[in-house]
């Protein structure tokens, strides 16, 4: 009975609402959304999105889309979420028409803040909603345009939506009112929200609470037209308002933060859906492409002068003659397909069969370069910001230094002051999350030289606002950030980490700070192993420091103190261990090892080597250390061929040990580079003969260690290690007396070992 009585006292929406379901960034919404607004001339504008971002629609006439509105968390700035616009966008459409007319124009969705924290956004942020109402994560188990393609006899829905609605030559054009394709959609949606009631989750029934709400305010405030631009899925549920208490009772309780926001630059890449933004589509720069072609009905042929003028800056062959070729054939697969034109699913076949010559790769250029598109947003200097973005901006004009989507590899000479300075901008942001760099450590510059990968994200924008709460200026953010990662460091790796990062920072408190927990964390650390590990970040620091104005001889004690104490335990730390722990000990002895010769001073060179001998005679040390103690010991000359042949000879020959023992030594004393292996034909002939000799099932045993053994050696020197083989002295090849099985198993096993490395 109560249902009844609901029913009868809903009321219906009155004549003079206008409501004009979309599609989120969907062209055909935007000229439909265009085109009514203009018919109509509501008095009022009410568009899908969080209330809190009315007071920065002044700032539409500064804004080149894409962009997005910003909101966050006053007490918790990393707390934000997007609401992305391009200029094809209907909303945006929308907003600026009541602009360019002097209409009123509100955002009529649930409040920001009281949405903010919700539920987990990741990159997507609080997007506008799909068509299934969800403002971010996944998709919808309920795909709306996947059920009305499937009804229209269309297994792609993207294509049935295209050809109906977003192509200029779609269903829309055969009347002359748009809001009968707005009633059409709306009429559709109605049925599937009728069938699929159940599909209805708690947080899309709030948020339409919010929008009746928000609407019976707007008509109480005009007596002319009402024009309400939202996601197609929400129109019926706006159709009858039911008693105002009803709705309000679902908004009871709703979280309340005190919200700020701006607009930031956006981009294509962005609005895709590959990007995991939830409200995204498959392909943004095809649609501004089919927004801005919408008046002149030469899509297609501009289309592909554009993608070859792509291919041509990549030095591939693409004439106007492949061009001309390429729209007739996807002219014909249209026809063919019945379609009202081309859509992109001929486009792109016929781009690949006529420009292409059938290569996907060059396609691919053409889809990251037209499809997804490299368009980003600007936002004027009047829009307000952070200080911390400020401060961003200002230094990114500075030192001439414009972020931009496309990667960039760039090289800064440490002894030219712009540069430098750049640098620093770079690490202090990376401090803040805001990975706008990241140093190619394939590149070996020297000591005044860096080589930097760039490539900006729109989304950094929130983890800017999310470092606003730890300084004004891009300096004092980091600089803080660092004090408080060194007060709360808590291992030796830890400390070193912040140290080197706060030296590259070129920040002296953070430096003295780091400095004091690297002492700490040392002090209190007994594991020679997490000693050992963190000299490799030091000695980089150390040869570093100079460079970059701080005294190394500070930063060589901490290094000669970490090296000492590491030196002294690194022999019982080796000493029955299990394989894990091992490999962690071979690692630091790896890296230690770099680090003496790269910073330390002679005496304490003396120290390390000392170390390294009490290691190889330690009874009982696990043989991946031991081994790798006797290569590094070999080639530093402190131990000769003989000495090192005699230990091989007692670790390989067993002598009441363990295959597995001796795998690991061997493998030990493989890493690193094989020249010099190679080279001494004494050394070699006793892994080479160690290795044939090995029954198949200890081989099969020992080949992930020697695999990983091998696996730093070049092409060059794997190919140099089999013509050793086969020319050595000893070998049955040279001698003449193959034996077929001997062969077998020796070519077999050199097969087996290389097959896991590329050789």
Known sequence: MAPRDQVRRDRALPDRVVLLGIRHHGPGSARMVAAALAAVRPEVVLIEGPPEGDALLEHLPSLMPPVALLLHDEAEPSSAAFWPFAEFSPEWRAMTWAHDNGVPVRFFDLPASASLGEEPREERGGEPGEESGAESGPRAVLDPLGVLAEAAGFDDPERWWEDVVEHPTGIQLGSADPRDLAAAVAEAMGALREEFADQVDDRTLRREAFMRQSLRKALKETEGPVAVVCGAWHVPALRVLPPSTADAALLKGLPRRKVSGTWVPWSHGRLATSSGYGAGVDSPGWYAHLWECADRGDSVPRWFARACSVLREEDLPASTANAVEAVRLAETLAALRGRPSPGLSEISEAALAVLCGGDEVHLRLVHEKLVIGERLGEVGAGVPTSPLAADLARSQRRLKFPPSLEGKQIRLDLRKDNDRERSKLLRRLAVLGVPWGRPDRTRTLGTFAEAWQLRWDPGFAVSLAGAARH????????????????????????AAEVLSEAVGCELPVSVLAARSALDRCAAAATDAVELLGALPDLATTVRYGSVRGTDPELLRVALHGLLARGAVGLPLACRGVDDHTAERALAAVNGADDAVRLAADEEHQATWRRALLSLVGMPDAHGLPTGRATRLLWESGDLDTAAVATRLHRATSWNGGTASGATAFVSGFLRGSAALLAADARLFDLVDEWLSGLAPADFDDALP???????????????????????????????????????????????????????
Do not use: K
């Open 705 to 759: 260690l020697l695999r990983r053994a091998i696996s730093d050696f070049s092409a060059a020197e794997r190919r140099l290690l089999g013509e050793r083989v086969l020319g050595s002295p000893g070998s049955p090849a040279v001698a003449g007396e193959w034996d077929e099985a001997m062969a077998e198993r020796l070519s077999g096993h050199v097969r087996a070992l290389l097959a896991g490395v590329g050789g």
């Open 471 to 494: 300084g004004t200026t891009v300096e004092a953010a980091a600089d803080r950030v660092l004090r408080q990662r060194a007060a709360a460091a808590d291992r030796v790796a830890v």
